[in-house]
Protein backbone atom coordinates (compact mmCIF):
# COMPACT_ATOMS: atom_id res chain seq x y z
CA UNK A 1 0.00 0.00 0.00
CA UNK A 2 1.36 3.45 -0.80
CA UNK A 3 -0.43 6.82 -0.06
CA UNK A 4 0.38 9.33 -2.70
CA UNK A 5 1.63 12.76 -1.73
CA UNK A 6 -1.95 14.07 -2.72
CA UNK A 7 -3.81 11.95 -0.13
CA UNK A 8 -0.81 13.18 2.12
CA UNK A 9 -1.25 16.81 1.05
CA UNK A 10 -4.70 16.89 0.98
CA UNK A 11 -5.22 15.69 4.43
CA UNK A 12 -2.42 17.57 6.20
CA UNK A 13 -4.02 20.35 4.39
CA UNK A 14 -7.40 19.81 6.09
CA UNK A 15 -6.13 18.80 8.87
CA UNK A 16 -4.09 22.11 8.99
CA UNK A 17 -7.22 24.42 8.16
CA UNK A 18 -9.38 22.84 11.20
CA UNK A 19 -6.32 23.44 13.78
CA UNK A 20 -4.63 26.51 13.50
CA UNK A 21 -6.53 29.48 14.61
CA UNK A 22 -10.30 30.73 14.12
CA UNK A 23 -12.06 34.00 13.57
CA UNK A 24 -9.16 35.87 11.64
CA UNK A 25 -8.33 36.01 7.97
CA UNK A 26 -6.11 32.75 7.73
CA UNK A 27 -4.60 32.61 4.26
CA UNK A 28 -4.49 29.56 2.25
CA UNK A 29 -0.80 30.59 1.51
CA UNK A 30 -0.12 29.97 5.04
CA UNK A 31 -1.51 26.28 4.71
CA UNK A 32 1.06 26.28 1.41
CA UNK A 33 4.21 27.71 3.28
CA UNK A 34 3.39 25.89 6.70
CA UNK A 35 3.06 22.45 5.49
CA UNK A 36 4.93 22.72 2.37
CA UNK A 37 2.67 22.07 0.00
CA UNK A 38 3.82 23.74 -3.38
CA UNK A 39 0.96 27.01 -3.85
CA UNK A 40 -0.76 25.48 -7.46
CA UNK A 41 -0.81 22.02 -6.00
CA UNK A 42 -2.59 23.17 -2.76
CA UNK A 43 -5.11 24.79 -5.32
CA UNK A 44 -5.56 21.90 -6.90
CA UNK A 45 -5.91 19.75 -3.92
CA UNK A 46 -8.32 21.92 -3.01
CA UNK A 47 -10.25 21.89 -6.22
CA UNK A 48 -10.93 18.22 -5.88
CA UNK A 49 -11.87 18.41 -2.11
CA UNK A 50 -14.25 20.89 -3.20
CA UNK A 51 -15.58 18.47 -6.26
CA UNK A 52 -15.87 15.41 -3.59
CA UNK A 53 -17.92 17.28 -1.07
CA UNK A 54 -15.03 17.99 1.91
CA UNK A 55 -14.56 21.71 1.54
CA UNK A 56 -16.85 24.82 0.07
CA UNK A 57 -15.15 27.16 -1.51
CA UNK A 58 -16.52 30.82 -2.09
CA UNK A 59 -15.21 33.32 -4.44
CA UNK A 60 -14.66 36.83 -4.57
CA UNK A 61 -13.21 39.09 -2.19
CA UNK A 62 -13.78 37.81 1.29
CA UNK A 63 -13.72 34.51 -0.33
CA UNK A 64 -11.75 31.17 0.73
CA UNK A 65 -11.99 27.41 1.49
CA UNK A 66 -14.07 25.82 4.67
CA UNK A 67 -15.06 22.49 5.55
CA UNK A 68 -18.05 21.24 4.55
CA UNK A 69 -18.84 18.93 7.71
CA UNK A 70 -16.93 18.76 10.85
CA UNK A 71 -14.28 17.51 11.71
CA UNK A 72 -15.63 14.67 13.56
CA UNK A 73 -17.16 14.00 10.12
CA UNK A 74 -14.72 14.19 7.78
CA UNK A 75 -12.59 10.98 7.61
CA UNK A 76 -9.46 9.82 5.77
CA UNK A 77 -11.19 7.75 3.84
CA UNK A 78 -13.44 10.62 2.51
CA UNK A 79 -10.41 12.84 1.48
CA UNK A 80 -8.54 9.58 -0.26
CA UNK A 81 -11.88 8.84 -2.13
CA UNK A 82 -12.48 13.17 -3.01
CA UNK A 83 -8.26 13.45 -3.96
CA UNK A 84 -8.05 9.78 -5.91
CA UNK A 85 -11.69 8.47 -6.96
CA UNK A 86 -11.09 5.09 -5.33
CA UNK A 87 -8.83 3.20 -2.92
CA UNK A 88 -7.70 0.50 -5.87
CA UNK A 89 -4.81 3.18 -6.67
CA UNK A 90 -3.40 2.35 -2.65
CA UNK A 91 -4.21 -0.91 -2.48
CA UNK A 92 -2.85 -3.01 -5.27
CA UNK A 93 -4.72 -2.26 -8.08
CA UNK A 94 -2.68 -0.31 -9.55
CA UNK A 95 0.27 -2.20 -9.31
CA UNK A 96 1.41 -3.91 -12.73
CA UNK A 97 3.20 -7.07 -10.65
CA UNK A 98 0.51 -7.38 -8.75
CA UNK A 99 -1.69 -7.92 -11.47
CA UNK A 100 0.58 -10.15 -13.43
CA UNK A 101 0.34 -12.28 -10.55
CA UNK A 102 -3.32 -12.72 -9.61
CA UNK A 103 -3.66 -13.33 -13.74
CA UNK A 104 -1.11 -15.90 -13.68
CA UNK A 105 -1.16 -17.79 -11.20
CA UNK A 106 -5.33 -17.58 -10.24
CA UNK A 107 -7.26 -18.88 -11.47
CA UNK A 108 -6.87 -18.48 -7.69
CA UNK A 109 -10.39 -16.82 -7.04
CA UNK A 110 -9.42 -16.98 -3.31
CA UNK A 111 -6.50 -14.57 -3.90
CA UNK A 112 -8.56 -12.60 -4.94
CA UNK A 113 -11.30 -13.09 -1.76
CA UNK A 114 -8.15 -12.91 0.22
CA UNK A 115 -7.01 -9.73 -1.01
CA UNK A 116 -10.50 -7.81 -1.00
CA UNK A 117 -10.32 -8.79 3.07
CA UNK A 118 -7.39 -7.06 3.51
CA UNK A 119 -8.78 -4.02 1.36
CA UNK A 120 -11.99 -4.25 3.23
CA UNK A 121 -9.92 -3.72 6.21
CA UNK A 122 -8.11 -0.99 5.37
CA UNK A 123 -10.42 0.74 3.78
CA UNK A 124 -12.50 0.67 7.17
CA UNK A 125 -9.57 2.11 9.03
CA UNK A 126 -9.35 4.92 7.13
CA UNK A 127 -12.70 5.70 7.05
CA UNK A 128 -12.79 5.36 11.13
CA UNK A 129 -10.22 7.41 11.41
CA UNK A 130 -11.84 11.37 11.23
CA UNK A 131 -9.82 14.98 11.18
CA UNK A 132 -11.46 15.25 15.00
CA UNK A 133 -8.98 12.22 15.35
CA UNK A 134 -5.91 14.01 13.95
CA UNK A 135 -6.90 17.00 16.06
CA UNK A 136 -7.11 14.87 19.17
CA UNK A 137 -3.24 13.68 18.51
CA UNK A 138 -1.80 17.37 17.28
CA UNK A 139 -3.01 18.09 20.56
CA UNK A 140 -1.96 15.44 22.86
CA UNK A 141 1.13 16.30 21.06
CA UNK A 142 1.48 19.65 21.98
CA UNK A 143 1.91 20.89 18.17
CA UNK A 144 2.12 24.27 18.23
CA UNK A 145 -1.07 26.59 16.77
CA UNK A 146 -0.57 29.92 14.89
CA UNK A 147 -1.59 32.17 16.95
CA UNK A 148 -4.40 35.10 16.36
CA UNK A 149 -2.89 38.07 14.59
CA UNK A 150 0.71 36.09 14.58
CA UNK A 151 0.47 35.38 10.91
CA UNK A 152 3.41 34.61 8.91
CA UNK A 153 3.01 34.73 4.82
CA UNK A 154 6.43 34.15 2.59
CA UNK B 1 -39.85 25.36 29.89
CA UNK B 2 -36.00 25.18 30.02
CA UNK B 3 -34.29 26.29 27.00
CA UNK B 4 -33.35 23.49 24.28
CA UNK B 5 -30.33 21.72 25.46
CA UNK B 6 -26.97 20.60 22.63
CA UNK B 7 -23.70 19.73 22.54
CA UNK B 8 -21.29 22.46 21.40
CA UNK B 9 -18.01 20.64 19.65
CA UNK B 10 -14.84 23.87 20.63
CA UNK B 11 -12.43 23.64 17.66
CA UNK B 12 -8.26 23.60 19.37
CA UNK B 13 -7.72 26.82 19.28
CA UNK B 14 -10.80 28.05 21.61
CA UNK B 15 -10.30 25.34 24.33
CA UNK B 16 -8.30 27.54 26.41
CA UNK B 17 -11.53 29.53 26.86
CA UNK B 18 -13.39 25.82 28.15
CA UNK B 19 -10.18 25.06 30.14
CA UNK B 20 -9.32 22.44 27.62
CA UNK B 21 -12.74 21.04 27.20
CA UNK B 22 -13.61 19.33 23.27
CA UNK B 23 -17.18 19.55 24.07
CA UNK B 24 -19.33 21.68 26.21
CA UNK B 25 -23.24 21.38 27.33
CA UNK B 26 -25.22 24.73 26.25
CA UNK B 27 -28.68 25.56 25.92
CA UNK B 28 -31.11 28.44 23.39
CA UNK B 29 -33.52 28.53 21.01
CA UNK B 30 -31.38 29.56 18.45
CA UNK B 31 -27.53 29.46 17.82
CA UNK B 32 -27.25 33.57 18.65
CA UNK B 33 -29.07 32.41 21.83
CA UNK B 34 -26.38 29.33 22.57
CA UNK B 35 -23.54 31.58 21.79
CA UNK B 36 -24.46 33.92 25.05
CA UNK B 37 -25.54 31.21 26.88
CA UNK B 38 -21.95 29.50 26.54
CA UNK B 39 -20.34 32.94 26.91
CA UNK B 40 -21.35 33.00 30.49
CA UNK B 41 -19.89 29.95 31.42
CA UNK B 42 -16.73 30.49 28.81
CA UNK B 43 -15.85 34.38 28.90
CA UNK B 44 -14.00 35.72 25.90
CA UNK B 45 -15.85 32.49 23.58
CA UNK B 46 -18.37 35.25 21.82
CA UNK B 47 -16.19 37.94 20.70
CA UNK B 48 -13.81 34.90 18.59
CA UNK B 49 -17.54 33.71 17.15
CA UNK B 50 -18.89 37.01 16.55
CA UNK B 51 -18.01 40.80 15.44
CA UNK B 52 -18.62 43.88 16.54
CA UNK B 53 -21.83 43.99 14.95
CA UNK B 54 -22.77 40.88 16.16
CA UNK B 55 -22.68 38.64 13.14
CA UNK B 56 -20.77 35.96 12.95
CA UNK B 57 -17.22 36.25 11.77
CA UNK B 58 -16.33 35.67 8.06
CA UNK B 59 -14.17 33.06 9.09
CA UNK B 60 -15.89 30.82 11.49
CA UNK B 61 -18.50 28.30 10.36
CA UNK B 62 -21.12 26.84 12.94
CA UNK B 63 -22.89 23.67 12.17
CA UNK B 64 -25.74 21.95 13.83
CA UNK B 65 -25.33 18.49 13.28
CA UNK B 66 -23.86 18.30 9.96
CA UNK B 67 -25.14 21.27 8.24
CA UNK B 68 -23.39 24.97 8.30
CA UNK B 69 -25.83 27.67 9.87
CA UNK B 70 -24.72 30.17 6.71
CA UNK B 71 -27.17 27.55 4.73
CA UNK B 72 -29.99 27.52 6.78
CA UNK B 73 -31.11 30.28 8.96
CA UNK B 74 -27.45 32.16 10.05
CA UNK B 75 -27.56 32.96 13.64
CA UNK B 76 -31.37 32.91 13.83
CA UNK B 77 -31.02 28.91 12.88
CA UNK B 78 -33.42 27.39 15.76
CA UNK B 79 -32.23 24.45 17.79
CA UNK B 80 -34.92 21.96 18.92
CA UNK B 81 -32.68 20.08 21.46
CA UNK B 82 -30.26 17.02 21.46
CA UNK B 83 -28.23 18.66 18.39
CA UNK B 84 -24.40 19.04 17.92
CA UNK B 85 -22.93 22.45 17.35
CA UNK B 86 -19.30 22.27 15.98
CA UNK B 87 -17.77 25.28 15.71
CA UNK B 88 -15.18 25.29 12.83
CA UNK B 89 -12.50 27.55 11.04
CA UNK B 90 -11.95 28.25 7.41
CA UNK B 91 -9.36 30.18 5.98
CA UNK B 92 -9.24 33.01 3.11
CA UNK B 93 -7.87 33.11 -0.11
CA UNK B 94 -8.69 31.13 -3.58
CA UNK B 95 -6.24 31.31 -6.79
CA UNK B 96 -3.55 30.83 -4.19
CA UNK B 97 -0.68 30.61 -6.67
CA UNK B 98 -1.82 33.26 -9.01
CA UNK B 99 -2.12 35.43 -6.15
CA UNK B 100 1.35 34.29 -5.41
CA UNK B 101 2.91 35.21 -8.41
CA UNK B 102 1.47 38.63 -8.43
CA UNK B 103 2.68 39.27 -5.22
CA UNK B 104 -0.70 40.32 -3.99
CA UNK B 105 -2.49 39.53 -0.28
CA UNK B 106 -5.64 38.23 -0.49
Redesign the interface.
Same mark, same amino acid.
Given at each position: MRLTSQVRYAVLAVFD????????????????SRQGIP??Y??QI?QRLVRGGIL????GP????????????LSIGDIVMATEGSFEGLLGGGDSRLRRTTSAQATSRGNEEVWSAVVGRVTDTLEALTIEDL??V??KLGLE?EA?GNMY?I | MGQPSVTV?I?????KYTGGK?EVPGSGNTVLALIADIETRHTGLRE??LDEEGRL?????V?VN?E?CRFLKALDTELKGGE?I????? /? =???? /? =?L??EHGG??
Open positions: MAYHDIGTPRQARTISPRLEFRSKRGGGYSLARPPARLRAERAF | RPPPLRERLRKFVNFDDTSIVPA /I =AGGC /I =ARRVA
